[in-house]
């Protein structure tokens, strides 16, 4: 069975810093894209960064640019999403996501960002961690 578990979340001020941890069991990162997208209260799921394994390549959403850095750990199959410099307006629920290696062999870590219609429908999520930036 394939888990995705994030981590990390919580209460931080404006101008602080979180690490999220997405743990992968069943299922390896390597080869594959994965994402982190959040969710705020009353807006759509976004994808704020996407990781092609395959090259290393790496999506931003403009809004996290400069702020935000995905990494991966192969040996520990853990992703994480190091968020710098938090606005108010990044109060959401972050989840990691990631597709099935056969689906996702052609896609490209901007594709998976961008596209509602590709990542809404993708194999494996997590729950979700929630992240709230007070001003």
């Known amino acids: 069975e394939v888990q995705l578990v994030e981590s990390g979340g919580g209460l931080v001020q404006a101008g602080g810093s979180l690490r999220l941890s997405c743990a992968a069991s069943?299922?390896?990162?390597?080869?594959?894209?994965i994402g982190w997208f959040r969710q705020a209260p009353g807006k759509e799921r976004e994808g704020i960064s996407c990781?092609?394994?395959?090259?290393?390549?790496?999506y931003y959403t403009d809004s996290v640019k400069g702020r935000f850095t995905i990494s991966r750990d192969i040996a520990k199959n853990t992703v994480y999403l190091q968020m710098n410099t938090l606005k108010p307006e990044d109060t959401a629920v972050y989840y990691c996501?990631?597709?099935?290696?056969?689906?996702?062999?052609?896609?490209?870590?901007?594709?998976?960002?961008?596209?509602?219609?590709?990542?809404?429908?993708?194999?494996?999520w997590g729950k979700g961690t929630p992240v709230t930036v007070s001003s």
């Open positions: 996501a990631a597709d099935h290696p056969i689906s996702s062999r052609a896609m490209t870590a901007q594709a998976m960002c961008t596209m509602p219609q590709y990542y809404n429908g993708m194999d494996y």
């Open positions: 990781l092609a394994s395959k090259d290393g390549s790496t």
């Open positions: 069943g299922f390896t990162f390597d080869g594959v894209v």
